[in-house]
C-alpha cells in the first residue's frame, strides 16, 4: 500500500469511527459501540508501524488547496517524517489501549456512545495537529483537541451532584487553552507576514539560507509559540486547568495526560526548532518556566489526597522536566521523556480508574489502604508505573529522566540542583500514594470493603501492557555505557529524519561523569523508596487531616493558592467588570435606549392613528384645511 493511502487511512479509521458511533451509536450494543472505536484506533496504530518501517526521510502528502491567490498558498496537506510518524505511534497506541479499558470503565455511564464518539475525535484531531505538514493544519487539530477536551472534561455536565464543578472545570480547561491559542493564532500571522508561507520545511529553508532574517520578528514569533505551548501544556501561569480536568471520567484523564493534549504543545516547540535556535532568549524563558513549573508542582502535590489529583500535578510537573530539556535545545530529549511518560502515566491514570472503579467511585486516598491484596493485578502494575515516574534504577523513568538531568548538569549546574529537588518530590510523593493507596489496613469501612473488587480483562489488559512498556521503555534511548553500537537509537532516529534537528547534537557525559551520574540518580530514588516504606509501611503513618497540617503543609494542599490568587486578580475584577457594564451600559444605556426608541415609536404611532378616525367628513376637512394652508403659503411667498 502506498505510503500516501495509508496516512489517509490512519486520519480516516478514527474520524470513521466518531461519525459511525456518534450517528448510529444509540441503536447499538454497548460492546459493538466499544469494538467499533477500539478497533478503529488499534488498526490505526497498526497502519502507522508501517509507516515507521518504511519511513525514507520525508514525504508530503497534498490532499487539496485551501487557498490559492498569486503566490500565496495553503495546502491541507500531511508530512510524514520521523517526529510525525513517532507520535502518531504515541496518540494510537496508548489511545488504543485506553480505548479497551474504557469498554470495561464505562460500561454503566448512560452516554456510552457518546464517550466512544468523542474519543474517537479526539485522536483524530491529536492526528491532524501531528501530521500536518504546516501550521495551518496543525492549527485545526489544536483546535480540534480543545474541542475534544472541554467535552470529555465536562462529560457528566448532569450528575447530581457534581454536574456543575464539572461543567465549570470543562470551561475553565477551554478558556485558559483560548488565551495560548491566541499566541498560536498571533504566531503564524506573523509567519505569514514574514514568509509568506505556513509550511514547516519552507520556513526552515528560508531561515536556512537567509539567516539575517529579523531577529526581532524571530525572537516575538518564537514566543507566541510558546504561550501556546504553555497552555497546551500546562506550564505556569496557565497550568490550573489540568488538575480540575480530573473531573472528566478517568480514561479521559489518561488520555489527555498521556497521548493526546498535554503533548501538544512539547511537539509544537520540537517541530519549531529552526525558529527557537535563532531566539536563544525564549529558550531561556522556556527553561525558566519548565524549573518553576516542575518544583511548584510537586510541591503541590506533595499533600493532596484525590489519587487523581496526585497524579495531575504529577503530569504538570513531569512536562516542566521535558520544557526543561527543551530549553537546553535537547528536543530528541524532551520527546524521549514524552514518550516513556506517555507509557507510565498512562499505566498510572488507568491504574487509578481501577482503582476508582473498585472501590464505587471513591477518589480520596484517605479511604483506601490494604488494596495490594483486594486488588491484586492493579497493585503490581501501579507499583510499576510508580518505580518508572519514580526513577528507579532501570526502569523507563529512570533513563529518560536521567538524560534530562545530563543536560542540565552540562548547562547550568543550578538547573540541575532545582532537578534534583524537582525529581526527590516525585518519588516522595509517589511512594505515599502507593503505599496510603495499597498497604495498611482498610479505611473505608467493612461495607465498602465488601464491595472492592479487582476489575476485569478489559481493563487489566491494558495495565499489564503498559507495565511491561514501563519496565522495557527506557531501552529506546540506552546511554553509551550499556550498548555502543546501538547508543542513543532515540536520538539518532529523532535527529536523523526530522527537519532542524539534524544539526542539533545532544550533550553526552562521559563514562566516569555519566556513571557517578547515574550512581546519585539511584541512591536518591531508593533512598526515597526505603524512607517511604518505612514511614508509610511500617510505621502505618497515614495521611494527615486538614487541621493537622504544618504551615508548608497547607501551602501545598492550598496548592499554593494559585487558584485563589487568580480569582482575587483576574477572575473577580472581570465579574464585578460585567455586572458594571450590565448594569450601566446594557441596563441604563442599551436596553433603555431600544426601549426609548420603542416608546417613541409607539407614541408616533398612536398620534398619527388619531388621523385615521374612518370618517369622511373629517377627511374633507383636513383636505380644506391643507388647501387653505397651500394657498396662503403661495399668497405669502408672492407677496414677499
Known amino acids: 500500500m502506498p505510503l500516501d493511502l495509508t496516512l489517509i487511512i490512519v486520519l480516516s479509521l478514527p474520524l470513521l469511527g466518531f461519525a459511525v458511533n456518534g450517528i448510529f451509536g444509540k441503536m447499538l450494543s454497548k460492546k459493538l459501540v466499544g469494538s467499533i472505536a477500539t478497533i478503529a484506533v488499534f488498526t490505526s496504530f497498526i497502519l502507522a508501524t508501517t509507516l515507521f518501517v518504511r519511513l525514507d526521510g520525508t514525504q508530503i502528502v497534498k490532499l487539496f488547496n485551501i487557498v490559492d491567490h498569486d503566490n500565496f498558498k495553503i495546502n491541507a496537506s500531511f508530512q510524514i517524517d520521523a517526529l510525525s510518524v513517532w507520535m502518531s505511534l504515541i496518540i494510537t497506541g496508548i489511545g488504543s489501549l485506553i480505548h479497551l479499558f474504557s469498554i470495561g470503565y464505562m460500561s454503566n455511564d448512560e452516554g456510552y456512545y457518546k464517550f466512544f464518539s468523542y474519543l474517537n475525535l479526539f485522536i483524530f484531531s491529536m492526528l491532524i495537529l501531528v501530521l500536518g505538514s504546516n501550521y495551518f493544519v496543525l492549527f485545526f487539530g489544536w483546535e480540534g483537541v480543545g474541542l475534544c477536551s472541554y467535552l470529555l472534561i465536562s462529560f457528566h455536565y448532569n450528575d447530581k451532584h457534581k454536574g456543575v464543578a464539572n461543567s465549570l472545570a470543562g470551561r475553565k480547561a477551554f478558556i485558559m487553552n483560548r488565551i495560548g491559542d491566541g499566541g498560536l493564532l498571533l504566531g503564524l500571522f506573523m509567519l505569514l507576514g514574514q514568509f509568506n508561507s505556513l509550511e514547516y520545511l519552507e520556513i526552515g529553508q528560508s531561515l536556512a539560507a537567509n539567516t539575517h532574517l529579523g531577529s526581532g520578528a524571530m525572537v516575538f514569533i518564537a514566543l507566541c509559540l510558546f504561550i501556546a505551548a504553555t497552555g497546551k501544556s500546562a506550564q505556569i501561569p496557565l497550568f490550573t486547568w489540568l488538575p480540575d480536568a480530573m473531573a472528566g471520567p478517568t480514561p479521559v484523564s489518561a488520555l489527555i495526560h498521556a497521548a493526546t493534549m498535554v503533548t501538544a504543545g512539547i511537539y509544537l516547540l520540537v517541530r519549531s526548532n529552526f525558529l527557537f535556535e535563532l531566539a536563544p532568549s525564549i529558550k531561556d524563558l522556556v527553561l525558566y518556566i519548565g524549573l518553576a513549573t516542575t518544583l511548584l508542582s510537586a510541591f503541590i502535590a506533595l499533600r493532596q489526597n484525590d489519587i487523581k489529583k496526585i497524579l495531575a500535578y504529577s503530569t504538570v510537573s513531569q512536562l516542566g522536566l521535558m520544557f526543561v530539556a527543551l530549553g537546553f535545545g535537547a528536543y530528541s530529549v524532551a520527546l524521549f521523556h514524552v514518550t516513556t511518560h506517555a507509557f507510565f502515566k498512562a499505566l498510572l491514570f488507568l491504574g487509578s480508574g481501577s482503582v476508582i472503579h473498585g472501590m464505587h467511585e471513591e477518589q480520596d486516598i484517605r479511604k483506601m489502604g490494604g488494596l495490594a491484596k483486594l486488588m491484586p493485578i492493579t497493585h503490581f502494575t501501579f507499583l510499576i508505573g510508580t518505580m518508572a515516574i519514580s526513577g528507579i534504577p532501570l526502569f523507563s523513568g529512570f533513563f529518560s529522566k536521567d538524560e534530562i538531568m545530563a543536560q542540565a548538569l552540562h548547562h547550568n549546574i ?227
Open 414 to 640: 543550578w538547573a540541575y540542583s532545582i532537578l534534583v529537588v524537582a525529581v526527590s518530590l516525585t518519588a516522595i510523593y509517589m511512594f505515599r500514594l502507593y503505599f496510603l493507596t495499597f498497604h495498611g489496613n482498610f479505611r473505608g469501612g467493612e461495607n465498602l470493603k465488601s464491595k472492592v473488587h479487582e476489575s476485569g480483562l478489559s481493563m487489566t489488559l491494558p495495565l499489564a501492557i503498559l507495565a511491561i512498556l514501563s519496565v522495557f521503555g527506557g531501552i529506546l534511548n540506552l546511554p553509551g555505557l550499556f550498548f555502543k553500537g546501538s547508543a542513543h537509537w532515540f536520538d539518532n532516529y529523532l535527529s536523523q529524519g526530522t527537519f532542524g534537528l539534524e544539526h542539533i547534537h545532544n550533550v553526552h557525559l562521559d563514562f566516569n561523569a555519566a556513571i557517578q551520574l547515574m550512581i546519585f540518580a539511584s541512591t536518591v530514588a531508593l533512598g526515597i523508596l526505603v524512607w517511604a516504606y518505612f514511614v508509610y509501611f511500617k510505621k502505618g503513618n497515614l495521611a494527615k487531616s486538614d487541621l493537622e497540617l504544618s504551615s508548608w503543609e497547607k501551602l501545598s494542599a492550598s496548592k499554593l493558592y494559585f487558584d485563589e490568587a487568580y480569582n482575587y486578580l483576574l477572575v473577580n475584577p472581570l465579574i464585578k467588570l460585567s455586572d458594571f457594564t450590565g448594569k450601566i451600559l446594557d441596563i441604563k444605556i442599551l436596553r433603555n435606549g431600544v426601549y426609548a426608541i420603542a416608546d417613541g415609536v409607539l407614541n408616533t404611532a398612536n398620534l398619527s392613528r388619531r388621523w385615521q378616525s374612518g370618517f369622511l367628513s373629517s377627511y374633507l376637512f383636513w383636505m380644506i384645511f391643507g388647501l387653505i394652508l397651500f394657498i396662503a403659503f403661495y399668497i405669502l411667498k408672492i407677496s414677499i
